[in-house]
């Protein structure tokens, strides 16, 4: 069943119309000017419009026209009792799925709806499926995720219960998603729970489900993760937020391999790979007792450490690649080469947020830059500190934080002797050529920090 829109000013030929889709089981709402229908489609969702080119006032052509103007991308089909070679090929340039000609066959109609609707599906799962594989890949090139993918391929097709370490933003659930899809259970679902982001009171129901009427709000039968997960593997990311009460019974099942849902009066078998997941210290949580001794055994049993993105800086090039080819896609942009200065810089940043806010910090140089990154533009996207640098920590490799060390330096001085160099470069007991040099190694944008003189 589809939800139409019919626009065509003559009463009858909207009635017959309405009468034909009904009939065949569609919802059908009707307008008889272009400028009611306009109003429709922006406070209510259809699947399709049908819509007379000759009208009174705005005709159907000037209809489309501002339709696809206002971003509105549901199939046309357009209908005339006029109609020309000249108005159909306006018509497809405009964007039409089809050009009818009045007086219309019933039989040819419903056709024409059903073949529209089908090739609309078509499009939606394939833009779902180009934007699913590009949000699950895993895009890397240096050694340290070398090793790591390396890990995931050896213990992807076993049952072993898999713990993945590493701060918030490294990619946990695109790793625990590659385990799933190495495995045999890769025809199975792929379900996740974020402990952390579910109250306490409300965890115990989605991991188990709960019947009709068990507790205030129980309005419906709700089938918990586990079930949902049957065959296949669940995904519990921040394993070390969950309550301590809920830890129990999250042994319990795991050692059953059965989950009563609450208000049930029976255990239903479950055929789950349990894959979990935390940015904490789970020893140190076991011993401050918020975290039970026997699940952990019980989940650690093959650890994988996901290494920060300031220890894998080799990546950050097919990374900002990635992602600047994603937004431009998903935003119908085109995308900007990022110059090798830009990459440098991005290199030496920390990346406190990690993958994810290399992301954020792409698609804003993407919105921000008329033409290709640079440094420059960089430096304006990345987080500001008080000082006018931005905020990054002496990490990485000895090589990386030897030159944090030394820019941080030269910038204090700089400073301190109000951009002149001379000064700056006796202060640092350097010539003054040499210091010019390093401050251009460095990436320290000097007319910047004279203001653009």
Same mark, same amino acid.
């Given at each position: 069943m589809a939800n139409l829109l019919i626009v065509d000013d003559d009463q009858n030929t909207l009635a017959s119309l309405a009468r034909a889709f009904r009939m065949?089981?569609?919802? *059908?709402?009707?307008?008889?000017? *272009? *400028?009611?229908?306009?109003? &429709?489609? =922006?406070?209510?969702?259809? @699947?399709? /419009?049908?819509?007379?080119?000759v009208m009174p006032g705005k005709d159907g052509l000037v209809l489309l026209e501002e339709v696809r103007g206002l971003g509105i991308s549901l199939p046309v089909v357009m209908i005339s009792g006029q109609a020309n070679i000249e108005m159909a090929v306006r018509a497809t340039r405009l964007g039409a799925a089809d050009f009818l000609e009045k007086p219309l066959s019933t039989d040819k109609l419903l056709l024409t709806v059903d073949n529209t609707l089908k090739l609309k599906r078509l499009e939606e799962e394939n833009r779902d499926l180009r934007r699913r594989v590009g949000s699950h890949e895993i895009v890397y090139a240096g050694e340290a995720m070398h090793r790591v993918m390396a890990q995931v391929e050896r213990v992807a097709a076993s049952e072993a219960r898999i713990c993945i370490l590493g701060e918030t933003g490294t990619g946990k659930e695109l790793i625990a998603r590659a385990l799933h899809e190495n495995s045999p259970r890769r025809g199975g679902p792929f379900v996740t729970l974020n402990c952390a982001a579910v109250p306490a009171e409300l965890i115990e129901s989605e991991l188990f489900g709960h019947e009709k009427g068990s507790?205030?709000?129980?309005?419906?039968?709700?089938?918990?993760?586990?079930?949902?997960?049957?065959?296949?593997? &669940?995904?519990?990311?921040?394993?070390? @937020?969950?309550?301590?009460? /809920?830890?129990?019974?999250?042994?319990?099942?795991?050692?059953?391999?059965?989950?009563?849902?609450?208000g049930g009066d029976r255990s239903i078998a479950v055929d789950v790979r349990v894959v979990v997941a935390t940015h904490r210290n789970l020893e140190e949580l076991v011993l401050k007792g918020a975290f039970r001794q026997d699940l952990y055994h019980r989940i650690f049993v093959f650890p994988l450490l996901l290494p920060p993105l300031?220890?894998?800086?080799?990546?950050? *090039?097919?990374?900002?690649?990635?992602?600047?080819? =994603?937004?431009?896609?998903?935003?119908?942009?085109?995308?900007?080469?990022?110059?090798? @200065?830009?990459?440098?810089?991005? =290199?030496?940043?920390?990346?406190?947020?990690?993958?994810?806010?290399?992301?954020?910090?792409?698609e804003r140089l993407l919105l921000l830059a008329d033409g290709p990154v640079d440094a420059a533009a960089v430096r304006l996207a990345l987080p500001a500190t008080a000082g006018g640098g931005y905020a990054q920590t002496a990490t990485g490799t000895l090589s990386q934080r030897m030159d944090f060390f030394e820019r941080e330096q030269i910038l204090e001085e700089l400073k301190r002797h109000n951009q002149r160099m001379t000064d700056t470069a006796r202060a640092l007991g350097l010539e003054r050529s040499h210091l010019y040099k390093k401050c251009q190694a460095l990436g320290i944008d000097l007319r910047a920090l004279r203001g653009g003189k």
């Open positions: 065949a089981g569609h919802e *059908a709402t009707v307008c008889d000017n *272009a *400028a009611r229908a306009l109003e &429709l489609l =922006q406070t209510r969702r259809f @699947d399709m /419009m049908m819509s007379d080119v507790f205030t709000g129980a309005v419906s039968r709700h089938i918990g993760r586990f079930e949902q997960a049957n065959h296949g593997t &669940l995904f519990l990311d921040e394993v070390g @937020d969950m309550p301590v009460l /809920m830890q129990s019974k999250l042994l319990r099942v795991l050692e059953e391999r059965q989950v009563e849902r609450i300031r220890e894998r800086t080799d990546d950050i *090039a097919a990374l900002v690649a990635h992602f600047a080819a =994603q937004v431009a896609a998903i935003n119908g942009w085109k995308t900007k080469p990022f110059q090798p @200065d830009a990459i440098a810089e991005l =290199q030496r940043y920390a990346w406190p947020g990690n993958i994810r806010e290399l992301r954020n910090v792409v």
